[in-house]
């Protein structure tokens, strides 16, 4: 009788052994899948930039801009209090949101006057183009949605899709009024930059067609109280 439960024992253990060994080799298995995935999401996300670092090299007009719609955006987002995780995406959205102008022609995009129809039209593929850019990554899905409603606006009448109101994600309703604002404040050859009541007014006065009313109304709040957020960009 004791010799059967001494050999019972050491089957447990064994048993016990092997399992154990099996869950810590899973487990292992999982953790490294994921510091594989974080790895290379990091290096995609590095290729990426240094592909908009090179439209912004190409078409000096815009040098800057990514970043500063970034940091308008991300400010919007924080008072909007959003949770960190889609304040990160729509961090790294701004960072590469126009580089779909990779397919963009040069005289375009660096004309130094205002855009014919035809140039236009070409231009406003660029959203599309960096959304289909991004695409093959799946765990970018979320930032792609933003990337290719860029420049829809809350009345629908925005491009590509021209959907409307809260169709259009958080991402992209708060990214339009963050890349307009600094399209109107930066200079362009045929133009002055604007100031900041001016800037201001042209939000009030698009509130609710091209922008999203609550958006626009947080970023207004957001730089009639905080006007250093103006100054602290690269002009
Ligand atoms: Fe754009
Ligand atoms: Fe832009």
């Avoid at 059967?4 to 024992?9: D, G, H, R």
């Avoid at 092997?18 to 899973?26: P, S, T």
């Avoid at 009448?157 to 708060?174: H, N």
Wanted: charged letters at 30%; a positive charge; one cysteine or more.
């Amino acid at each position: 009788m004791k010799l059967f439960w001494n050999l019972l024992s050491i089957i447990i253990f064994f048993v016990g052994l092997f399992v154990g060994y099996g869950l810590r080799k899973k487990e292992e298995k999982r953790k490294s899948k994921l510091v594989w995935s974080r790895f290379e999401r990091r290096n995609i996300m590095r290729t990426i930039n240094a592909l908009v670092a090179a439209i912004d090299f190409k078409d000096h007009l815009t040098k800057s801009h990514s970043d500063n719609v970034k940091h308008y955006a991300c400010a919007i987002a924080r008072e909007m209090k959003l949770p960190p995780a889609e304040i990160e995406r729509i961090k790294e959205a701004c960072q590469v949101h126009d580089l779909g102008k990779i397919g963009v022609h040069d005289n375009i995009l660096t004309k130094p006057g205002k855009l014919t129809p035809e140039e236009i039209k070409e231009m406003r593929l660029h959203s599309l183009a960096g959304a289909v850019i991004l695409k093959p990554f799946p765990f970018l899905e979320k930032i792609v949605e933003i990337v290719r409603q860029h420049h829809e606006r809350y009345d629908g009448q925005g491009y590509p899709d021209g959907i409307k109101g809260e169709k259009i994600c958080m991402g992209a309703r708060i990214m339009a009024v963050a890349d307009s604002f600094d399209a109107m404040t930066s200079k362009r050859p045929y133009r002055q930059p604007m100031n900041m009541a001016a800037a201001i007014e042209e939000l009030k006065n698009n509130s609710g067609t091209q922008f999203d009313p609550k958006v626009a109304e947080v970023f207004i709040r957001l730089l009639e109280r905080e006007p250093e957020l103006l100054k602290s960009v690269e002009r």
